[in-house]
């Protein structure tokens, strides 16, 4: 029986074990849990995870330990668990700017880490996750992990010094997107459509184009084309987005996003 354990059992944390609780290995795994937070607590006992009293039992009693808490509370929590922390250890963190140096310097000199950039899709089994590992995480180890994620969505491994640079593609661009739907549903609204109807169309129309990415076989430059049509509505707003400076808009906002990731970095 694998033991999988989590320091934080919130949105994210839950989610997760949620999705393990689905997956084919969910007889397999035994789940743990700690919160400070007692009703976040007490809903992962009503769904079938063990509650632990602190953080340092979640890591005694735990081979893979997730860290699904707020950055903030990280220093704190890696004082209290840092004897517990093996090297047989293996440290989940789903953190933004978290190092697996960092983890190590506060518990083990070979510490295993697994980092781990999730979305909040996840919330509905439709995340996209990125994943990386540092030298002492066996290929067994991180297939688990891997699977774990490929429960709650899809997952994509990438190298570990990329992991801040993808938080803009897939943890922070859902925010970016919902800003964008936004934008189209107050025009709707300004033009009398109902916002109810508008939203529904639109969110229906940012799957279906998310299906023909992926599934569809054609380049990003083909999907513009096959929706526009020379002289007609399409080319005239492509127009409008171009010469306003989308791209440029675009670039700065994945840079700021980046650039934050590693002044929060430890």
């Known amino acids: 029986m694998t033991k999988v354990g989590f320091i934080g059992a919130g949105n994210m944390g839950s989610a997760i074990m949620q999705g393990i609780k689905g997956s084919a290995k969910a007889e397999e795994t035994e789940l743990y849990a700690f919160d400070k937070f007692q009703p976040a607590l007490d809903k992962a006992k009503a769904n079938g995870v063990n509650a632990l009293a602190d953080a340092k039992a979640i890591v005694k009693e ?51 880490v697994v980092l781990v950039m999730p979305n909040t899709p996840l919330l509905l089994g439709e995340g996209a996750t990125a994943l990386s ?41 859902p925010a970016f997107i919902y800003l964008y739907a936004q934008y189209f549903i107050e025009y709707a609204e300004s033009v009398g459509i109902d916002k109810a109807a508008a939203t529904e169309l639109f969110a229906k129309s940012l799957t279906g184009s998310a299906k023909m990415i992926t599934d569809s076989g054609k380049t990003l430059d083909e999907l513009i084309t096959m929706v526009s049509s020379k002289g007609g509505t399409t080319i005239a707003g492509l127009e409008q987005l171009r010469a306003n400076g989308l791209k440029k808009a675009v670039d700065d906002c994945c840079k700021a996003c980046t650039q934050r990731a590693y002044e929060l970095s430890k």
């Open 133 to 173: 590992r540092n030298e002492y995480v066996t290929d067994e180890e991180f297939s688990l992990v891997c699977d774990i994620f490929g429960s709650t969505g899809i997952y994509s491994v990438i190298p570990k010094d990329k992991m801040k640079e993808i938080i803009a593609i897939n943890g922070s661009s």
């Open 62 to 112: 735990c081979k893979y330990v997730f860290f699904a808490i707020k950055p903030q509370q990280l220093e704190e929590v890696l004082d209290e668990v840092a004897d517990e922390v093996t090297e047989e250890t293996v440290i989940v963190s789903i953190l933004a700017g978290v190092s697996d140096e960092y983890y190590a310097k506060r518990t083990v000199e070979k510490a295993k």
